[in-house]
C-alpha cells in the first residue's frame, strides 16, 4: 500500500496507481503558469491533511514538473500529466487568450487529454512574489518543513531569487515559481476550506494512509 512517505521519498515523475494514489492524499492539484520572460512551467502536487490538536496541518510533495518556453508543447504534456495523476483541477491564468485559443484547437485532437484551468486568485494580488516567496520559504523551512520539493527545478529557480527581490519582480518573471505557489499555496486554500468532518469522511471512504 502506498504511504505518505513513499510520496515524499519517490522521484520526481515515478509513475502510481492512481487509486492508491488518491487513497494516500488528500488532494491532487496541477497548476501551470504561461511563457514569459522565461520557459512556462507546470507541476503536480499531492496534498496530505492530518489533524493536530483539533487543527489541521497541511504537507505538500511535489509529484512532477515540466518546463517549455513553446505554449503548444506545455499544453501537451500538461495533458499528459492530467492523464497520468488525474488532478482534482489545474489552477493557473484561465484569461490568456493566446493559450485559451490554443487549448481551444487543441481540444479537437482526440489524443490529447483536455483540461480547464481555475482562476489563480494569487495572479490579481499587489506584488505577488511577497507573498509566494516568503509563504513558499516558510514551508521550506528546516525545523519545520511542510513542502517538499526533491531535486526538482522548481527548487533552483527559487533559489536563485535573492531575498528583497521579490518587491520588484511582476508575473511572468519566473513561471516555475508562479506555478509551485499556485499548486501549493491555493491547494492548500482549498483543502482548508474542507472542514475536519469532510477530511474525516474523505478518510473513512478512501482508507486514507498515516
Not at 165 to 170: D, I, M, Q, R
Not at 202 to 208: A, E, I, P, V
Amino acid at each position: 500500500m502506498l504511504t505518505w512517505k513513499d510520496l515524499k521519498e519517490a522521484e520526481l515523475g515515478q509513475t502510481f496507481d492512481s487509486k492508491e494514489l488518491k487513497e494516500c492524499c488528500t488532494g491532487v492539484y496541477g497548476a501551470l503558469s504561461w511563457p514569459a520572460k522565461r520557459p512556462g512551467f507546470a507541476v503536480v502536487v499531492a496534498m496530505k491533511s492530518f489533524e493536530t490538536f483539533g487543527r489541521q496541518r497541511h504537507e505538500v510533495c511535489l509529484l512532477d514538473e515540466v518546463e517549455s518556453a513553446d505554449m503548444w508543447e506545455l499544453i501537451e504534456r500538461c495533458s499528459g500529466l492530467d492523464l497520468k495523476y488525474d488532478p482534482s483541477e489545474w489552477i493557473g491564468d484561465n484569461e490568456n487568450s493566446a493559450a485559451d485559443r490554443i487549448m481551444q484547437e487543441m481540444s479537437s485532437d482526440s489524443k490529447l487529454r483536455t483540461f480547464s484551468l481555475t482562476p489563480a486568485s494569487i495572479a490579481s494580488m499587489d506584488r505577488p512574489y511577497q507573498y509566494m516567496l516568503q509563504s513558499l520559504r516558510r514551508m521550506l523551512r528546516e525545523d519545520k518543513r511542510t513542502l517538499f520539493l526533491k531535486d526538482s527545478r522548481s527548487l533552483e529557480y527559487l533559489r536563485e531569487i535573492e531575498d528583497g527581490a521579490e518587491v520588484e519582480l511582476e508575473l511572468g518573471e519566473f513561471p516555475s515559481v508562479e506555478a509551485l505557489a499556485f499548486a501549493a499555496l491555493e491547494g492548500k486554500e482549498h483543502t482548508e476550506g474542507m472542514t475536519l468532518e469532510e477530511i474525516h469522511e474523505l478518510q473513512r471512504k478512501h482508507g486514507l494512509c498515516d
